[in-house]
Each structure stands twice: as structure tokens, then as C-alpha cells.
């Protein structure tokens, strides 16, 4: 390896501090308070009413990008800190980015109005990073994963105005701009900051029993909310209703045939906590696009029966083949959470407008902003880990990987004997070297 | 022991992708989603603000059955995976029945409509396959408890229809139909499922630091969102409120007198996990039946602090004479949360509808609600043993009871020496020899 | 150190039983429900809506109360069992106590009436507690610290009453009367129960990796619902909005900072979770009093981008003089997140409020509002501290400090060998020595 150093001393405080001014005076500059003129007369109610109903919804969905990714994440071993640490700092900067980016878009006289709708749509620009995030977790440096933040919000929020405002396509759960644009997103970086030294795994790049008990509040919190984020920006009402109830359904049957297949391909039918974390969330990513349509519940639920399959049997064989054949070291398996759903999603969405059950949503419409989300993706993605991948943003070298005590304060564990509390130290000294 | 086979590897995939086919084959006969034309007209304000309206306490229900028991139930050393896991499957599969079997009761053209009031209910049927699950936490195999899941709920539609229509009795939170129900029922299939070879009890029967930390994050939901349970179907308004304070303030003196008495009974006058994270919640379960009633603040509050006392006396003192004199291993203590608070609950509702506190309440048909409850769980519990003791279902040997790696891939743990990592593996031969 | 005697058993039951009992008289004498006559008109919806529209900020609230003070304290070692139940308990308590002494004020006929606004400002009022109970976390038993609930309680709901009613300031998130009195109170306390015994630290007086993630949970549940905090008691509508969207600010640029400056300070760059799970706190503490004025959201994030540079620099530097110098032994470091970020929270209003930004703000009476605040927790503090020093309140000699062993039944520990399970009841034997 290259003598990197991982230093972050005066890099990271720079860069996040930097950026944080810069956001402040874009945010001066731009940014107000929504008075409420346009979106008050949608409301039978009054404004009064409008600003709280929508505030469960919000804080549903930031329960999912900050507990639900954050801990999510966290089923590696040495990682927990690093895992829900930096998603807080990912998410953090990417809503004031996001609030930004998406908001140049639907400016009014010169001036991004801030409202409840606009900072759930600034929570939900984040989550396409945490995806990411998945798919390189272990191997970045927060510096890195800055630079990525600002360039995977602003390309995203270029594909959702294209992808909404100008090819007018439904994607009420953003199976395809958040789910299948994240991933592949992940997966190009991934894929240009391929680690041959990894090729044959890493004692770190596992689990512990604590670590999976961690990573299932994650799962949890992620699962129940997820029918708010597949309808928060739907129409109130029925739409809305539609969006939670084919949510659930699509769900719960996702559980079903995720536990059923990891059973299967187990050794002796053991349950598989990989999959269990992770697969029976892939229902709520594939109902997504179609969620506010009238698909029926049974609908709803062969969908989350079919991402269930898909996304176990995408752990257990197509992950590894991945990382030995094309040199995509997909960490968390985001490809099979987000990536194959997501397009069963959008393809889900192309037969469901093709069968009209969308006013006013095309076949060709929906399958052009499918491909559009993974172009874009890709191509950032790739653009994106060129430059990550310049040796001055403190990656760490291929034995640190997965490893907190390079960028943390680890204390001592407990269980260790007072005459070898040398583990941390002795970790640290690897990455200082 | 006879040589059971635990290997879930055909059994569990075909009984699982089995029942959610065959859901999913009834929802495409008789689910559609609810166009509103019923409840539209109870609310003042039009239908986009009823459906959102009611998601909040939809979703705080939700947090309740995936998080609060999923975790309440981590505190044994060795089975969180299941914990978490298998409430997560059994959750997820009953709110699926659940959703059918109530929905029969109330068809519309032959159809079910499903609304946000329906999948509230659907939750609330599988919350008394939760508490069932815990009276046999560690002793069953996921096989065993899908077909418990199914028997409990179609049996609790019975009761439910016949206590709510039929005898027309008040049960605002359930301490009839769920909570004495799912104890009763679980203790019933305990009796029936009995192990001689764990009357001295089991060396995995027990909670670490960790898992008892674990276990408090489910106490805590628990107890936050009871309010919201007690409330959910309550009429909005004025009743309503009646049932969110009263649950509140009875759960507030449960505390107290919880962690009085168990500081009072144990050794030294130090504080017992096991209590606290159960006979807190008590105040909850017995407030359940008379939560919109107008008995007062003070009212509800006596009857959480009498809930909290009977409560931990019945997990130092009757717990264990249940195990060793009537052969009931009740691994949660349900009858101690769930059960006596259950039977408290349906005589306050007795005695509350007797005074007048209610309109329209009358003790007999409150008293009749509350036999009806028990009788149906005891007879059905009973059956539902029989059947699950069946030996084709997997079902563990007593050595390897409380033990994830029965059913589960178990990570080695950071703390076991290089030489030493056998544990997990050694567990594993056990299981499968 | 003298022979303390920290066995609860009689002292424990008997104090938290009489002060339940006592409290139940009072509500039986004093509270009523609510029958919105007076709240009624204020809604243009009706009863159900206004009811229904607030439960999810009281849920909010709730949580972070619950289980985020709950678990922000479980970073110690041994000590998780304490923070987590302890807080449940005084809390439980707590909030009925605030009930009845924030009623007084509010008297209607000679009754409290109980509604969703009173409960929320009750657990409110608890969180004065729980902000004390971090800065003496370890070294008090559970009867001291229910003194002090009563105590911390009663004086609080006396300055808020000076605050809001007479000087009629504002502090809608409560900078000023809830994390600058709850600090300054908690501190003197500390600095009179000083233990020159702890000079030199105590080995269980830090974290080990597992306790760091469980406080990760109390953090992030905290700055999620920061918004809800800040907004609960705002006036519905524009003005809520601007509270919730300005606390959401505050807390997002200070993340950044706290990173930094976390960043900055630490060995070799690396970050701390002591900052990442408390500093990036305290933009929301900060923006407490200005939440709902008009600074716009760069003024928000000016002060959040402060807080978090403050909050960081004071654990760093101010904590370990505070103890070596001062005397005070602040184990969860409160005047770093509540208790400069409270005053720099109070000094924004001042500022704000001179410069127009609320209507019928005057800077003199916030000046005012905090001046009061400050003062009544330091007199109170150390009247209550003077109070739990009396050696009869089970108070743990300075070995047993930050042991959950001694006032808990702790389970033996996974990892240790069948040989040495000695460790839990090794420490037991110190303590009741």
C-alpha cells in the first residue's frame, strides 16, 4: 500500500467547516421562510392545520434516515461508530445540500421558500448518499464521503427535476430517483475504488452478535416507517391512503418469502441475519414507483413476494460474484436492498401505467425515467469515484478498512484482560504507520 | 430426547411461501382498498385529513408490535435473533390473517375494505400472538409458531366479534381481548407443550448486561406509545383524550410502584431488570378496558399502582410455583404483564360500567366479555398446543432451547480467543446431532 | 469513607410508595379532565382535530424524554442499567409531580384540568431532571435523586411561572427555563455533594464500545425530534413552522461544527464520540429561545454552527477544569450541552428581541428571563444538594461510584469464563461491605 496518511486533523475540520460556511451564506442569500400563500388554499382547514398534519410524516421519515440507515449499518463488527456516526454527518450536510439543490429548481422571485414539504424532500435527497454509503462502507475516509455528498445531491436533484418536471413520471416512493439511482450510484464509486487487497475478505468484514442485535433497530425502524416514505408526497387522501396501505401489504409478504428463501439456501435451513436485515425491506423499495396506484392490495403484496426473492437470493449468490468478477465490493449489498428492487420497482411502474392504473402516467414516460435514474447514476457515480479516489481525501489502506479506531477515539473493551489492553492501541498503530 | 429433526431447510420455506400464497390468493378474492364513502362522513373537515389524521397513532401501534415487543423480548443471552426476528416474521404474517379473519366480520358487497382503522386492528390481532410467543419464547421452532399465529388470530376474530358486537362490551385498549387472551392462550399451549427436562431450569434461560440493555428499548416503546394504543379506536375528541391521559397517569404510577416492590422483595433491596422491564408496563394493560372512561385521573392511577404491585409479586412469587406445581414454563412472565393486569383491567371495567362511568356499559355484559376472553383462550390455547406438539414441527431439543443457533447462522463472538472458536459451532453440532 | 449504608430496601420502597400515594391524593383532590370548553374554540376544525393534531408532538416529546435522555446516558461502562431506569423512574414520577405544581398556576375553579398541552409541559418540566441527573450521574442513590425530582420540580414550575406570566418572555423551546436551569441546577448540586475521593477519576467512569452505540441511540432519537421539542408549545401554523424549520437548521450546521471542532482537538484528528454524542446536540438547546422568531434560517444556522464549536471546546477544555479547579464532577458534562448552549440560547433571544424579530418581545425581559433562571438553579441547587448530602439517603461510597451492582441485581457477563463469575458479585461485596 501506498504510505496514505489518514491524518484527519486539519483536512477534515477544513473541509467540513468550509463547506458548512459556504451552505450558511447560500442559505443567506436564498433561503426563506415559506409564508404559506401557495399552499394554504389546498387545505380545507387552514394553515393552521396544513403545517402539523404533515409533521408526523416528516419526522417518520427522519427516524428512517437517521435511525434506520444509521443503524442499519452497523452489523459490522468494529464499525458501529463509524456506521451511524457519519451517516449523521452525511445526512446532516446533505439536507442543507439537498434544501439547496432542489430548490433552485422551484425558485420564487429569487428565493427557495422553506416549508414542511421542502425539508422532507431535502431528507429524502440524503438517503440516496446512505445507499451509497452502503455500498462503500469501510473503505472511505469522511472526507471522502463529503465530497460525495455534494456531488451525488447535486446530480440527483438534476435527475429528479428531469425525471418529474419534464418526462412527468410517477415515482411517489422514488423506487427509481432515490432506491436504483443510490445504488448504482454506490456501485460505480465502489467499482472505480475497487480494493484488490480486499479480494479475499477481511477478518473485520463481519458481524458480532451485538453488532447484528444493533443493526436490527435499523431494519425495524426502517420496515414500520417505510409507509410513510412511500407516501409522504403523496396527494391527501385516498392517494395517500393507497400509498400506506400497498406499503404495508407489499411489506409484510417481503418478510414472508425473505425469511422462506434464506432458510432455503442455508446451510441445514438456517435463517441468515444478512438477509433478514436487509431483504424484507426490499418490499417497500419495490412498491415504490406504483404505490399511489390503484394496483390492489394483492398487487402490492406479489410485488413485496417477488422482492423478497429477488433481493435474498441477490445476497446469497449474485454479491459474491460481483466483488470476484466485475471488482464491486458491495459492502452493506445495497445492489440487493436498493439496486434490483429498484428496478423491479420502476419495471413494476412501467406495466402499471401500461395497464392505466395511473391517471395521466405512460409506459414510456416511467421506462425513460428508469433508465435516465440509472444513467445518471452510473455516469456520476463513476465521475465521482474518479475523484475520490485522488490519494490526498485519507482513504484508509486495505488492513484499516472496516475499522473505527482509524478515525475514532475507540475506548477499550471490557472484556479484554488488563495485561493485554493493547487491541485499539495496537490497531491504531497499523493506520498511523 | 427423541431424535427430533430441527432442519428447517424444507419444512419452514414450504409452510411459509405456502400461507403467504395462499393470503395472497384471498386478498385478490375479497381486499380492495376503502373508496371512503363510509368514513368520509364522521369528520368535519373532509376525507384528506381523516386518513392522515389517524396515521400517527397508526404508526405509534406499529412501533409498539416491531420494536416494543420485538425488543422486550432480547433479554435472553442467547436468542435475540429470534426475538426480534421471529416477532418480526409472526408480526408480519398475522397482521396479513389478521386483516382477513376481521375483515369477514364486516364485508361490504362481499368485499374487505381496507383503511388505516382496519390495518390498526390488524396490528392489534397480532399483538396477542406476541405475548402468547412470549409464555414459549425458546422452546419452539418458527414452524410451530406460524401455525400458532394462524389458530390465534382466526380464534381471537371469534372473540373479538362476539365481545365488541355481540355482548356489545366496552374494551377501549384490549386488557380482555388482547392482553388476557394472548396470555391465557400462550399459557395454555406452555401447559400442553410442558418440558420435565427444564424443570431446573436451562443454562441460556438468563439475560447478560447487553441483552438486558436490549430488552430496555422495547420496555421504553412500550411504554411511550401505550397512550396511543389505549386510544387508538377511541372515538376522537373529548374520549379520546380521556384515554390518552388515564393511560398516561397509569402507567406513571405503575413506575413507582413497580420499582418500590421490586426493591422491597429482592435481596438487599436492589432493583430487578426482570421487573422493570415488565410490571412497569402493567399500568398499561390494566387501564386498557376503562381508558375512556371518566374515572378520574386519580382513578387511573390507582389502578396502574395496583398494577404494578400485583404485577412484580406475580414474577418473584408466582412465576415460579406456576413452573414447578401446574407445569407452566412461561419463559416472559406474560402472566405477570399480561395476564393478572388483564383480568384487573376486565373487573375495573366491571366496576367502572357498574358506576356509571361509561355510557351504555353494564357490568354483566363487561363480566361476560371478560370469561368469554379467557374461556376461548384456554379451550383454543389447549387445541393449538395439541396440534403444535405434533413432533414434525421442528421443534428443539431441551438442551438447545434458548439458543439462536438452533435456527439462525450465529456469528463468533470478538470476545473468544483465536483457539477457542467453537462455541457457536460446537452449539450447532448439539442441535443437529 | 464512612460506613454508608446503601441498602434500599426499606428506605427505597417506603419513600417512592408514600410519594405515590401522596401524589394520588393530590389529583384526587385537585384534577379533572378537560372538557375543552376553553380549547376548543381556539381550533376551526373542532374537538377531534385538535386533540388528534397534537398527540404526535406529545408522542415526540415522550420519546425523547424516555429514551432519548434515557439512553444518551448509557454511554458508561457499568452503568447502563441506572441511566436508562432511573430515568424512567424519575421521569415517571416527574411528570405527575409537574403536573400538579405547573397546575397550580392555572387553576380553573379550584381544579388542574388535564389535557394534551399540560402533558406535555409535564414532561417538559421532567426534563430539568434529567438534565441535572447526567451532571451527578454515578454518585447518587435513587432516593436522593427522587429528592431532588420533588425539589428541582416544584422550584422549576416557580421561575417558569416568573418567566412566562410576570416578566411574559419568550422561550418557546426553552433554553433559557428548561437546559440553562436544569444545567445550573445540576452543577451545584455536583459542586456540593463534591467527592475529593473521584479527583483522580474512576475506572468504570467511561465507556466501552457497546455503551457508546446504546447512547448513539439517545442521541440521534434527541436530534430527530429536537423540532417537536422546539415547536410543541409554538402557536399553531406559521409559526410553528418556522420553529420546527429553524431548529431543524440550527441542529444540522451544528453537526458539522461539532465534527470539526471534535476533529480538531483530538489525538491525530480522530473524532470523539463523547462530542459526536453530545455536542452536535447543542444547536438545538441554542436555538431553543429564537425558534420561533423570524431570524431566518442562516441566523438559525449561525447559532447552531456556534453552539456546536462551544459545546465541543467545553468538553474538551472546561469540563476537566471545572473538576480539578472548581470542584464540580459534571459526569455527563450537561454545562457543555445544556448548559452554555442554554445561555447562549437565552443571549440570542436578547438579541433577537432587540432587534425586532418577535412581536412584543423587549430584550430587558428576556435579559430578565434568563438572569432568573440562572439564579433560581444555582440558589435551588444548592439548597437541594445541601438537602441529599444528609448521610441517610443510601448514597454510594466513591468505590462503588458509576456501578449499577450496587443498587441493581446485575446478571454475570457472557465472556467470562465459567471459573471467574465473580466479578458482579465481587463488586456487590464492596458496596455492602
Same mark, same amino acid.
Given at each position: 500500500?501506498? %504510505?496514505?496518511?489518514t491524518?484527519?486533523?486539519?483536512?477534515?475540520?477544513?473541509?467540513a467547516l468550509?463547506?458548512?460556511?459556504?451552505?450558511i451564506?447560500?442559505?443567506?442569500?436564498?433561503?426563506?421562510?415559506?409564508?404559506?400563500?401557495?399552499?394554504?388554499? %389546498?387545505?380545507?382547514?387552514?394553515?393552521?392545520?396544513?403545517?402539523?398534519?404533515?409533521?408526523?410524516?416528516?419526522?417518520?421519515?427522519?427516524?428512517?434516515?437517521?435511525?434506520?440507515?444509521?443503524?442499519?449499518?452497523?452489523?459490522?463488527?468494529?464499525?458501529?461508530f463509524?456506521?451511524?456516526?457519519?451517516?449523521?454527518?452525511?445526512?446532516?450536510?446533505?439536507?442543507?445540500?439537498?434544501?439547496?439543490?432542489?430548490?433552485?429548481?422551484?425558485?420564487?422571485?429569487?428565493?427557495i421558500k422553506?416549508?414542511?414539504?421542502?425539508?422532507?424532500?431535502?431528507?429524502?435527497?440524503?438517503?440516496?448518499?446512505?445507499?451509497?454509503?452502503?455500498?462503500?462502507?469501510?473503505?472511505?475516509?469522511?472526507?471522502?464521503?463529503?465530497?460525495?455528498?455534494?456531488?451525488?445531491?447535486?446530480?440527483?436533484?438534476?435527475?429528479?427535476?428531469?425525471?418529474?418536471?419534464i418526462?412527468?413520471?410517477?415515482?411517489?416512493?422514488?423506487?427509481?430517483?432515490?432506491?436504483?439511482?443510490? %445504488?448504482?450510484?454506490?456501485?460505480?464509486?465502489?467499482?472505480?475504488l475497487?480494493?484488490?487487497?480486499?479480494?479475499?475478505?477481511?477478518e473485520n468484514?463481519?458481524?458480532?452478535?451485538?453488532?447484528?442485535?444493533?443493526?436490527?433497530?435499523?431494519?425495524?425502524?426502517?420496515?414500520?416507517?417505510?409507509?410513510?416514505f412511500?407516501?409522504?408526497?403523496?396527494?391527501?387522501?385516498?392517494?395517500?391512503?393507497?400509498?400506506?396501505?400497498?406499503?404495508?401489504?407489499?411489506?409484510?409478504?417481503?418478510v414472508?418469502?425473505?425469511?422462506?428463501?434464506?432458510?432455503?439456501v442455508?446451510h441445514?435451513?438456517?435463517?441468515?441475519?444478512?438477509?433478514?436485515?436487509?431483504?424484507?425491506?426490499?418490499?417497500?423499495?419495490?412498491?415504490?414507483?406504483?404505490?399511489?396506484?390503484?394496483?390492489?392490495?394483492f398487487?402490492?403484496?406479489?410485488?413485496?413476494?417477488? +422482492?423478497?426473492?429477488?433481493?435474498?437470493?441477490?445476497?446469497?449468490?449474485?454479491?459474491?460474484?460481483?466483488?470476484?468478477?466485475?471488482?464491486?465490493?458491495?459492502?452493506?449489498?445495497v445492489?440487493?436492498?436498493?439496486?434490483?428492487?429498484?428496478?423491479?420497482?420502476?419495471?413494476?411502474?412501467?406495466? +402499471?401505467?401500461a395497464?392505466?392504473?395511473?391517471?395521466?402516467?405512460?409506459?414510456?414516460?416511467?421506462?425513460?425515467?428508469? +433508465?435516465?435514474?440509472i444513467?445518471?447514476?452510473?455516469?456520476?457515480?463513476?465521475?465521482?469515484?474518479?475523484?475520490?479516489?485522488?490519494?490526498?481525501?485519507?482513504?484508509?489502506?486495505?488492513?484499516?478498512?472496516?475499522d473505527?479506531?482509524?478515525?475514532?477515539?475507540?475506548?477499550?473493551?471490557?472484556?479484554?484482560?488488563?495485561?493485554?489492553?493493547?487491541?485499539?492501541?495496537?490497531?491504531?498503530?497499523?493506520?498511523?504507520?
Amino acid at each position: 500500500m501506498p %504510505a496514505y496518511s489518514t491524518n484527519m486533523r486539519l483536512k477534515f475540520p477544513i473541509v467540513a467547516l468550509a463547506l458548512e460556511i459556504i451552505t450558511i451564506i447560500l442559505f443567506a442569500v436564498f433561503a426563506v421562510y415559506d409564508d404559506g400563500k401557495t399552499w394554504h388554499s %389546498a387545505s380545507h382547514c387552514g394553515s393552521e392545520l396544513t403545517s402539523l398534519l404533515t409533521s408526523p410524516v416528516f419526522q417518520d421519515v427522519h427516524v428512517m434516515i437517521f435511525i434506520g440507515f444509521g443503524f442499519l449499518m452497523t452489523f459490522l463488527k468494529r464499525y458501529g461508530f463509524s456506521s451511524v456516526g457519519i451517516n449523521l454527518l452525511l445526512a446532516a450536510f446533505g439536507l442543507q445540500w439537498g434544501l439547496l439543490m432542489q430548490g433552485i429548481w422551484h425558485m420564487d422571485h429569487g428565493k427557495i421558500k422553506v416549508n414542511i414539504f421542502k425539508i422532507i424532500n431535502a431528507d429524502f435527497s440524503t438517503a440516496t448518499v446512505l445507499i451509497s454509503f452502503g455500498a462503500v462502507l469501510g473503505k472511505t475516509s469522511p472526507v471522502q464521503l463529503l465530497i460525495m455528498t455534494i456531488l451525488e445531491i447535486t446530480i440527483f436533484s438534476i435527475n429528479e427535476h428531469l425525471v418529474a418536471s419534464i418526462l412527468k413520471a410517477n415515482d411517489v416512493g422514488a423506487s427509481m430517483i432515490i432506491h436504483a439511482y443510490g %445504488a448504482y450510484f454506490g456501485l460505480a464509486v465502489a467499482r472505480v475504488l475497487y480494493r484488490p487487497g480486499l479480494r479475499n475478505g477481511h477478518e473485520n468484514d463481519g458481524s458480532v452478535y451485538h453488532s447484528d442485535m444493533f443493526a436490527m433497530i435499523g431494519t425495524v425502524f426502517l420496515w414500520m416507517f417505510w409507509p410513510s416514505f412511500n407516501s409522504a408526497i403523496a396527494d391527501p387522501g385516498y392517494t395517500q391512503l393507497t400509498a400506506v396501505i400497498n406499503t404495508y401489504l407489499s411489506l409484510a409478504a417481503c418478510v414472508l418469502s425473505a425469511y422462506a428463501i434464506s432458510s432455503l439456501v442455508e446451510h441445514k435451513g438456517k435463517l441468515d441475519m444478512v438477509h433478514i436485515q436487509n431483504a424484507t425491506l426490499a418490499g417497500g423499495v419495490a412498491v415504490g414507483t406504483c404505490a399511489d396506484m390503484n394496483i390492489e392490495p394483492f398487487g402490492a403484496m406479489l410485488i413485496g413476494l417477488l +422482492a423478497g426473492v429477488i433481493s435474498t437470493l441477490g445476497f446469497k449468490y449474485l454479491t459474491p460474484m460481483l466483488a470476484s468478477n466485475l471488482g464491486i465490493q458491495d459492502t452493506c449489498g445495497v445492489h440487493n436492498l436498493h439496486g434490483m428492487p429498484g428496478i423491479l420497482g420502476g419495471l413494476a411502474g412501467v406495466v +402499471a401505467a401500461a395497464m392505466g392504473k395511473k391517471k395521466n402516467a405512460t409506459a414510456s414516460m416511467q421506462a425513460a425515467a428508469l +433508465a435516465s435514474s440509472i444513467g445518471f447514476a452510473l455516469v456520476g457515480g463513476a465521475i465521482t469515484g474518479l475523484i475520490m479516489k485522488l490519494p490526498i481525501w485519507g482513504q484508509p489502506p486495505d488492513q484499516n478498512c472496516f475499522d473505527d479506531s482509524i478515525y475514532w477515539e475507540v475506548p477499550q473493551e471490557e472484556e479484554e484482560n488488563e495485561g493485554s489492553l493493547v487491541h485499539a492501541d495496537h490497531s491504531k498503530n497499523k493506520a498511523e504507520a
